[in-house]
């Protein structure tokens, strides 16, 4: 179909990918598939350990959906990512890279509010202990993931409308190896400045209005350990938030650079590699994050896996 007869309505794109040398390919698809099934074990094997009842806390709760938010997350890119290092077809839908944009952006926004829920969850552990139980009880906790996922949900059915509204005509192929807003609205035959300053400006608010909730609970949180007197206090206080800390500076760090950077110094190389570890390296790492540094888990884990051993002799003497 023609607009003024001479250019043509966009129904398919073509993502382009990491690399255009076809001779690494099969090195990356590799590579790329050992990384996404230690994201699918590591996390649903985390989610399995914190079901532990010993763990039936808000901290592990919180782990346990944000276990579950990496999984969708990185499914959401790497299968079709892993298709097309194989495959000479690299053409995604106008449909679905309309759903893939949906996920992506109201996964990665769920779990910025997921993560601030996260710093309150260690706020209250820390500052005031002994009200903890009754100010994280169930309810409450059940109310921040929903939130969490609400307001996600919110932010990516605006961007992703909003995108999709402007018109794509001439080139269809996205440098980049998934559908993302940055490559995408750079396809569109309108000026999109003013639509790259409303981007910059949600952006600013999905990513800063969490990060700030963060930062001010870990003021909070910082000065309460200074202040006990008893080092193993502190060191312990300081090894529940470490690993939080860890995942925050990683995924904030990442998505920042990315939607924060002045048009004038967005590379699309650049882009990709920090695209590569908040969707795929990162969700590999926080399983091993959590649980590494983490007695409980461990415990928790040698508990699963004695009760499996267990259970196997018994069956064999039956």
């Known amino acids: 179909m023609g607009i003024g007869g001479n250019l043509t309505v966009v129904t398919e794109f073509i993502l382009l990918g990491l690399s255009n040398h076809r001779e690494l390919e099969v090195p990356l698809f590799s590579i790329y598939l050992l990384f996404y099934a230690i994201t699918l074990t590591g996390n649903i094997l985390l989610i399995t350990i914190t079901m532990d009842p010993a763990l039936h806390t808000p901290m592990y709760f919180f782990?346990?959906?944000?276990?579950?938010?990496?999984?969708?997350?990185?499914?959401?890119?790497?299968?079709?990512?892993?298709?097309?290092?194989?495959?000479?077809?690299?053409?995604?839908?106008?449909?679905?890279?309309?759903?893939?944009m949906y996920f992506l952006l109201f996964l990665g926004a769920s779990e910025c509010f997921l993560l601030a829920a996260m710093a309150y969850d260690r706020y209250v552990a820390i500052c005031n202990p002994l009200r903890y139980r009754l100010i994280m009880n169930r309810m409450v906790c059940l109310s921040l993931a929903v939130l969490s996922w609400f307001s996600g949900n919110v932010v990516s059915l605006v961007q992703t409308v909003w995108v999709f509204t402007l018109p794509f005509c001439g080139s269809n192929k996205i440098n980049y190896f998934f559908c993302d807003i940055p490559p995408l609205i750079k396809l569109s035959c309108i000026d999109t400045s003013q639509y790259e300053m409303q981007l910059f400006t949600a952006a600013i608010l999905v990513i800063f209005t969490p990060f700030t909730l963060i930062l001010v609970s870990y003021i909070f949180i910082i000065s309460t350990i200074l202040k006990m007197a008893s080092a193993e206090g502190r060191h312990k206080a300081f090894s529940t938030c470490s690993s939080h800390l860890i995942v925050?500076?990683?995924?904030?760090?990442?998505?920042?650079?990315?939607?924060?950077?002045?048009?004038?110094?967005?590379?699309?190389?650049?882009?990709?590699?920090?695209?590569?570890?908040?969707?795929?390296?990162?969700?590999?790492?926080?399983?091993?994050?959590?649980?590494?540094?983490?007695?409980?888990?461990?415990?928790?884990?040698r508990r699963i896996l004695g009760d499996m051993i267990k259970r196997k002799i018994f069956s064999h003497r039956k």
């Open 248 to 301: 925050v500076t990683l995924y904030y760090g990442c998505s920042s650079l990315i939607y924060l950077r002045p048009n004038s110094i967005n590379l699309p190389d650049s882009n990709k590699v920090l695209s590569l570890i908040y969707t795929t390296v990162t969700p590999t790492l926080n399983p091993f994050i959590y649980s590494l540094r983490n007695k409980e888990v461990k415990e928790a884990l």
């Open 63 to 100: 782990l346990r959906v944000l276990s579950f938010l990496e999984i969708c997350y990185t499914s959401v890119t790497v299968p079709k990512m892993l298709v097309n290092f194989l495959s000479e077809d690299k053409s995604i839908s106008y449909m679905g890279c309309f759903v893939q």
